[in-house]
Each structure stands twice: as C-alpha cells, then as structure tokens.
C-alpha cells in the first residue's frame, strides 16, 4: 500500500513535467511547418477525406483515439462546405 502513493506522486510530477515540456514545445514552435513536410492543398485533402472508408475510420479511432478523428472528420466536412460552396 505504501508504494502506491509513491507510484502516484511519481506518476504525477512526471505528467507535470510533459505537460509542460508539451507545453512550452508547442508556444515556441507555434505556426513553424514541420521540416520537409509539404503543404498539401484544399483540393488534395478533399480527395484523401473521400477515401476514408468506414475501415479506416475504424483503424483510425483504434490508432489515435475518437476525438482525433472526430476533429478531423468536423475540418474536412467544414473545409468541404467552403470549397463546395
């Protein structure tokens, strides 16, 4: 019983100390594209989200977790709207 609250407070100051390594990453390299990462345009990602068949949805929310994919699925479908019209 003893070793749990030592697990946990470990536990916890390692979450702090992600957290705000995560933290400060993300404020120091806010709007900075990755390294050789191409910009792909509206069009492009319209055709990858018309391929996203119900099997990839599914191993994607295995992969990245349900809110990611939900996020991406509200941006292409809003993205989808503007380009559409």
Same mark, same amino acid.
């Given at each position: 019983m003893g070793n749990d609250g030592i697990y946990n407070d $470990? #536990? !916890?100051?390692i979450k702090n100390r992600i957290? *705000?390594? &995560?933290?400060?990453i993300s404020k120091d390299f806010k709007g900075v594209?990755?390294? *050789?990462? !191409?910009?792909? &345009? &509206?069009?492009e990602k319209l055709?990858?989200? &018309?391929?996203f068949t119900p099997q990839? !949805?599914?191993m994607s929310r295995q992969q990245f977790g349900d809110y990611v994919v939900d996020n991406y699925k509200l941006?292409? !479908?809003? #993205? $989808?709207?503007k380009y559409n019209g």
């Open positions: $470990a #536990l !916890e100051k957290g *705000n390594v &995560s933290g400060k594209r990755p390294f *050789n990462k !191409e910009v792909v &345009s &509206s069009r055709l990858q989200y &018309s391929q990839v !949805e599914q941006k292409m !479908e809003t #993205l $989808a709207r």
